[in-house]
């Protein structure tokens, strides 16, 4: 074999080492491009999915707003023994909250072949049992007109109230994962959204809420595994969400209000909204003369009263038993009696005859006879704690062991392994065994899903990093 001959088979064996080399990589590439393709794709289809069930759960909330008194009415004319009912999309179609061009048939189902509808049951506001009795058709329509009796609608919870409970719901088609059902609740962008994991049981965004729906499994639209759920109206809370027309650069917009369930309560406010399961929001008194009399309407009698505010970014939270009068300035002229405790956030200025049959307290109060004399008592004291070392508290002595309050907030934090911080709370309890003390907490949720339940990771934050102010006083 000549020299010529063999430089030519080595230079072959080098071209073909070289040509496999690069099938190889290429083969690689494309197996990277694919990954990222399928990721781009699917993060897409959750994306759609959100949207679509975002979509469906703003005509769902307007149609039940709206309709709230003819879907009671359509509940006491079943014929069936429960008031519980499916309400299809076809309905929403026919009373124009829905184009007629949706859905096929009158159904409108997601890109999983996942069909909507509306789920809805009456139950009794008396009712403290969870989850809620279903009512009988017969104890609303006693009188068997069609219509729910007088005492269910009255406004009277003494007597009886049917409140609905209501679910925009998916069933049949595909059943979705976990990997993807959660991410499309997060795309819905709605904290009324969710999403069963579990049969049985839905839950929002990240768990902040949770609810056990098993109540409805009689109907043919009940929501297993892999579907989603949207609230829409509950016991207690009528319709949650609002619609509200406000001006956005000349255009008419809808704005929903996000469901909040006891919002930045602590202490006594938080156990009886929790115990109460009331919506905590405000009241305001506008003149009307509806008797055309040249006169405003004058109000006899206004019970179960907690707080009057005027324009304040006050944030004292109102307590059941304690009137809250939050004004810059509170004037009360002619002789007035109030049997009970009245606080005032404010300066006071009583003229006229005051007489209280119980005690006043109020943010300030200033003795005019002595120079304006500030007798405020109870200011808090305040220190910084880190959550690394001793993290009790000493308690104020009070005349009253308890009269000690405590206010403790996040001064400084810091996630431990760096993830992304998506909410923080500190709080104090009662030490063990030491009444006369109490130990601080912080937490802080975590935006992941380690073991992909549904809820945020939750962590507490005990390193020099973290930080709370507690204020104490006396109350």
Not at 293 to 312: N, V
Not at 428 to 438: C, L, S
């Amino acid at each position: 074999m000549t020299a010529r001959t063999r430089q030519r088979q080595a230079e072959r064996g080098t071209t073909l080492l070289e040509t496999a080399l690069a099938a190889a990589l290429m083969g690689s590439l494309l197996v990277f491009i694919n990954a990222i393709v399928n990721e781009e794709m699917a993060r897409q289809r959750d994306q759609s999915l959100g949207q679509q069930l975002h979509l469906m759960t703003k005509f769902a909330h307007r149609y039940l707003k709206n309709e709230f008194l003819q879907v009671q009415n359509q509940l006491a004319s079943l014929s069936t023994t429960d008031a519980i009912a499916e309400i299809s999309m076809k309905t929403l179609i026919d009373e124009g909250y829905l184009p007629s061009s949706f859905g096929q048939n009158g159904k409108y189902m997601n890109s999983e072949n996942q069909t909507f509808a509306i789920l809805v049951r009456g139950v009794s506001r008396l009712d403290k049992e969870y989850p809620q009795q279903t009512l009988k058709v017969a104890a609303i329509d006693a009188d068997d007109d069609d219509k729910v009796d007088s005492k269910f609608v009255d406004g009277d919870t003494t007597n009886d109230e049917m409140d609905i409970e209501a679910l925009l719901v998916t069933s049949g088609g595909k059943p979705l994962d976990p990997q993807h059902g959660h991410p499309a609740v997060l795309a819905a962008d709605l904290a009324t959204a969710g999403y069963v994991q579990t049969a049985g049981i839905a839950k929002g965004p990240f768990g902040n809420w949770s609810m056990d729906i098993s109540a409805f499994a009689s109907l043919d639209g009940y929501p297993k595994v892999g579907r989603f759920v949207s609230l829409l109206a509950l016991s207690g809370f009528g319709v949650l969400d609002f619609w509200d027309k406000t001006t956005n650069n000349g255009n008419n917009t809808l704005r929903d209000n996000l469901f909040e369930r006891c919002p930045s309560f602590t202490g006594q406010p938080l156990a009886e909204c929790i115990a109460n399961n009331d919506v905590y929001t405000n009241l305001r008194f506008r003149a009307i003369d509806s008797d055309d009399d040249g006169k405003d309407d004058r109000f006899p009698e206004i019970s179960g009263l907690l707080k009057m505010a005027c324009a304040s970014t006050n944030t004292e939270l109102a307590v059941s038993g304690t009137l809250l009068i939050d004004c810059t300035q509170i004037k009360l002229r002619g002789r007035t009696t109030i049997d009970g405790d009245v606080t005032v956030a404010g300066d006071a200025d009583f003229s006229g005859q005051l007489q209280i049959t119980s005690k006043v307290s109020a943010e300030r109060f200033v003795a005019s006879a002595i120079g304006n004399q500030d007798l405020t008592k109870g200011v808090y004291e305040g220190q910084i704690m880190a959550m690394n070392g001793t993290r009790e508290i000493d308690k104020p002595v009070c005349q009253k062991s308890d009269e000690a309050m405590i206010l403790v907030a996040p001064a400084a934090y810091a996630s431990p392994d760096g993830s992304p911080i998506v909410g923080i709370k500190a709080f104090a309890a009662n030490k063990v065994g030491d009444p006369k003390k109490w130990m601080i907490t912080m937490q802080a949720a975590l935006d992941r899903d380690s073991n992909v339940d549904g809820e945020v990771d939750v962590v507490n934050l005990a390193s020099a990093d973290d930080h709370v102010l507690a204020l104490t006083r006396c109350r």
